[in-house]
């Protein structure tokens, strides 16, 4: 499934103790170049893979072996489209190791296992459980995997590149022919004897943002690869003082290499990152052994028993109910009593006071009422707005009205004509010839 100018040959052997397994570790060779491009396996049953430190990992999950585990549709034609989700954790952890990721788009798509293993993992055997889960029947069917890393020489090569492509998801680099079409391009620029990608990691693991849904946008992966000779001329333009000022100013710079790439690959050579680990110095820091990570066996979860004991809430009921309205009517009694019964009146008052306060008390009402009566009949000024109203058209003088019996405080200034009582007849003027 390589380009086709690839001449490549493979290496299979029959693993497990049912053969149920197929290992293979794929060599590419043009031109007296060898290419170590990743390890595959595509078969689910129980079985051991010998992936090598530094090299790439992928392990598909295939949905169809996988519906063979579940019975079949009794309508005939929809067992094909049945939803299969898996689910990928260390043996006896809820996750999987650090250095393996594991991606599934759809419940309608196979799922892929990928990632780097390093140094050090090796000689230590990873058992990865792979529970698939059948949405239409709501059945499970699990299958171990288990990883031995094997350590080489060859590897990790010490020059090392990671693009960023802008076009592609993960799960569309990890198929072979997109990975080995992105090796050739690396090739042709950089013309390396030995070339293997490293790690391959999605824009999303790497802070990157879910595209919109337009144009089939796509968030991008990371690819790293590594060789054993010297970065080309074409990957360090990269580095030139013009290309980090567009760079800088978020401009594409200027590679003359990238025609190789842009045909089907999109590169943010902005992006790009070139390690020589042969000239990278080790940091050491002094920190504490952060130990295993985990907890220290406790013992068995011994759950409540199905079968719980009948249980008396008459005390719950007296303590938080009937206490409580208890008090609240008591209370209620007494103030009730205190404002209906205890009451003095008028006359109970009347007969605990002396007679001479009372005489007193009385004296002064009178000499209050008779005050105020005084004072409505005291000759006032009156107002300007209480003289007479001429009236221009017909007239008429119409008075103030004053009783006797009204406070000054409360008559309006001015009288309707409707209330009038009498008029007065203003005589014309006659004229001086008469």
């Keep these: ?13 029959i693993l497990g103790e049912k053969g149920l397994g197929l290992y293979c570790q794929i060599k590419i060779r043009t031109n007296n170049l060898t290419t170590m491009v990743t390890i595959l396996s595509k078969s689910h049953a129980d079985r051991n893979v010998y992936p090598s430190a530094g090299v790439l990992f992928v392990h598909v999950l295939e949905r169809e072996y996988f519906k063979g585990e579940f019975p079949p549709y009794p309508k005939a034609g929809d067992s094909s489209n049945d939803p299969i989700t898996f689910n990928t954790n260390l043996k006896g952890y809820p996750d999987r190791p650090g250095w393996l990721r594991y ?20 000689g230590k055997p990873t058992i990865i459980e792979i529970t698939a889960y059948n949405k239409r029947t ?10 031995n890393i094997m350590s080489t020489e060859e590897f990790p090569l010490p020059y090392q590149a990671e693009f960023f492509i802008k076009n592609i998801n993960v799960e569309e680099m990890l198929a072979s022919e997109v990975l080995g079409d992105f090796l050739g391009a690396v090739k042709n620029v950089w013309q390396p004897e030995r070339l293997n990608a490293i790690n391959i990691t999605s824009a999303l693991d790497r802070g990157g943002r879910v595209p919109l849904p337009i144009n089939d946008l796509k968030e991008g992966v990371y ?12 990957l360090r333009e990269v580095e030139t003082p013009q290309n980090q000022l567009r760079c800088s100013q978020e401009m594409e710079p200027v590679i003359s290499c990238d025609k190789k790439f842009r045909a089907q690959f999109h590169i943010d050579w902005c992006k790009i990152s070139l390690v020589d680990i042969t000239k990278v110095v080790p940091v050491h820091s002094n920190r504490p052994d952060l130990g295993t990570g985990v907890l220290p066996d406790i013992g068995e979860y011994n759950p409540p028993s199905e079968s719980l004991k009948s249980r008396d809430y008459f005390a ?35 007969m605990q006071t002396p007679d001479i306060q009372l005489v007193h008390h009385s004296s002064i009402q009178k000499s209050t009422k008779e005050l105020r009566s005084m004072s409505k009949n005291r000759e006032i000024s009156w107002p300007l707005s209480t003289l007479p109203v001429f009236h ?3 007239g008429e003088v119409v008075p103030p009205i ?7 405080t409360s008559m309006p200034l001015m009288q309707t004509q409707t209330n009038l009582q009498s008029q007065i007849q203003i005589p014309q003027q006659q004229s001086s010839g008469k």
């Design 1 to 13: 499934n390589f380009v086709p100018w690839f001449w490549y040959g493979s290496v299979c052997a």
């Design 103 to 122: 991606i599934q788009r759809t419940s309608h798509s196979d799922g892929v296992l990928y990632g780097s293993p390093t140094a050090e993992h090796v």
């Design 138 to 147: 709501f059945e499970t069917a699990r299958h171990n995997l288990v990883i």
């Design 223 to 234: 690819v790293m690869v590594g060789a054993d000779v010297q970065f080309s001329s074409c």
């Design 316 to 350: 719950d009921f007296l303590i938080t109910l009937a206490v409580p309205s208890a008090v609240a009517l008591v209370l209620f009694i007494i103030l009730g009593y205190s404002l209906c019964c205890r009451r003095e009146g008028v006359e109970k008052r009347n």
């Design 392 to 394: 221009p058209v017909s």
């Design 402 to 408: 004053h009783p006797d019996n009204y406070e000054t």
